[in-house]
DNA sequence: GTCTATACGGCGATAGAC
DNA sequence: GTCTATCGCCGTATAGAC
């Protein structure tokens, strides 16, 4: 406490690093220790094994990174707005750690059989209260009857899917880093006017 | 050749199934002799290392699951034509084999620096026929200005990322596998439908 | 071409001194 | 709490007999 960093921080802390940058099975416990500037052993002080350590992590990064947009999801917000907005909030935290879309891929590959066991992966997908709006305003006749499962996975699926493949747009695109995130900036207009496109009818 | 299958064939099938079910780090060359029933030393006769034949899977899963599509991006088909056989083909490619888009997802975060350089994975990504038309068709009036390189990724989101994420999904809609398969399946109308939407202005 | 046997290093994990 | 030392295992790769 009285010190820069407590050693179960510097741990948790080059670990996630590590884990979102190589990957988990790329990232060795010695990796992590040298990282953190501690010893081997250390890291099986404070976690018990590699895989509680990784286990730790995932659940903080699904948490930290999904807190804004829970908080979206679950507004007051009309339909319209929170829409924009999930998309917005959604690209700016992605734009902040491009990786971290390629790495949840990843481990949603490596550890098919308990992603849903884990409780932090239910803040993830489908809010109950927007869901809810989506039907109202279906039967209020002002948008086409639409599927919330549906909506829901064309929304994440346009806003993180070219993340994962950023490798291929940049090369394919000719775009630099910069390039990208300017690519991306723009879809946040683009996919808002998608979205809305397909829920409200033609004039 | 008179025999049943030879050697190398029957260690390339057992090594790509899997690497498909467990990822490549998660798969030992032990396992791989095992499954193939065969010696572990002629994985290193046939092929000079694991990174090697992954290497050579990996470029055989992209030119065989891709070779339809080519030939539909190719065609001479009229472009909502195009769209819609494109969607529906693709789709059924990945209800043949569920695991591929999770599994590409996989190695594009584990082998991100060279995943460029493949020569088989320029195959996958904006074929120049494909982007012309869309490009004319925007300059006749008859779609709304869209640009291609935005078109082909909201596409490809929506078809393959739902696979991705098929464990979320189908916990949190509560579907088994064939529900699953019947929420696939309807995306083919609904996602060429939103596509089209997207290109056509509002009559 | 296919096998047995084995080298060698890195892995995750732990015992035990301080 | 933190270290050194080491265990036992499994990874990839190869040498050499058949």
């Given at each position: 406490?009285?010190?820069?960093?407590?050693?179960?921080?510097?741990?948790?802390?080059?670990?996630?690093?590590l884990f979102?940058?190589?990957?988990?099975?790329?990232?060795?416990?010695?990796?992590?220790a040298?990282?953190?500037?501690?010893?081997?052993a250390?890291?099986?002080y404070?976690?018990?094994?590699?895989?509680n350590?990784?286990d730790?992590?995932?659940?903080n990064?699904?948490?930290?990174n999904t807190k804004?947009?829970?908080?979206?999801?679950?507004s007051?917000?009309?339909?319209?707005?929170k829409?924009?907005?999930?998309?917005?909030?959604?690209?700016?935290?992605?734009?902040e750690?491009?990786l971290?879309v390629?790495?949840?891929?990843?481990?949603?590959?490596?550890?098919?059989?308990?992603?849903?066991?884990?409780?932090?992966?239910?803040?993830?997908?489908?809010?109950?209260?927007?869901?809810?709006q989506?039907?109202?305003?279906?039967k209020?006749?002002?948008?086409?009857?639409t599927?919330?499962?549906?909506?829901?996975?064309?929304?994440i699926s346009?806003?993180?899917?070219?993340f994962?493949?950023?490798?291929?747009?940049?090369?394919?695109?000719?775009?630099?880093?910069?390039?990208?995130m300017?690519?991306?900036?723009?879809?946040?207009?683009?996919?808002t006017?998608?979205?809305?496109?397909?829920?409200k009818?033609?004039?």
């Amino acid at each position: 406490m009285s010190k820069n960093k407590n050693t179960e921080q510097k741990i948790f802390e080059a670990a996630t690093e590590l884990f979102i940058e190589k990957g988990v099975d790329r990232t060795s416990v010695r990796d992590i220790a040298t990282k953190a500037g501690i010893n081997l052993a250390l890291m099986n002080y404070y976690f018990r094994s590699k895989e509680n350590l990784f286990d730790a992590i995932f659940a903080n990064l699904v948490k930290k990174n999904t807190k804004d947009l829970i908080k979206i999801m679950d507004s007051d917000l009309e339909l319209n707005d929170k829409i924009s907005q999930y998309v917005s909030t959604y690209i700016d935290i992605l734009i902040e750690n491009p990786l971290l879309v390629s790495f949840f891929m990843a481990i949603l590959h490596r550890s098919r059989e308990k992603i849903t066991e884990m409780d932090v992966i239910h803040n993830l997908y489908g809010r109950e209260k927007f869901t809810q709006q989506i039907l109202d305003e279906g039967k209020k006749g002002t948008i086409k009857k639409t599927d919330p499962s549906h909506f829901y996975v064309d929304m994440i699926s346009m806003i993180t899917f070219p993340f994962a493949i950023k490798p291929l747009i940049m090369d394919k695109n000719e775009l630099n880093e910069a390039d990208f995130m300017e690519f991306i900036a723009y879809r946040k207009i683009h996919i808002t006017q998608m979205l809305k496109d397909s829920i409200k009818p033609c004039p």
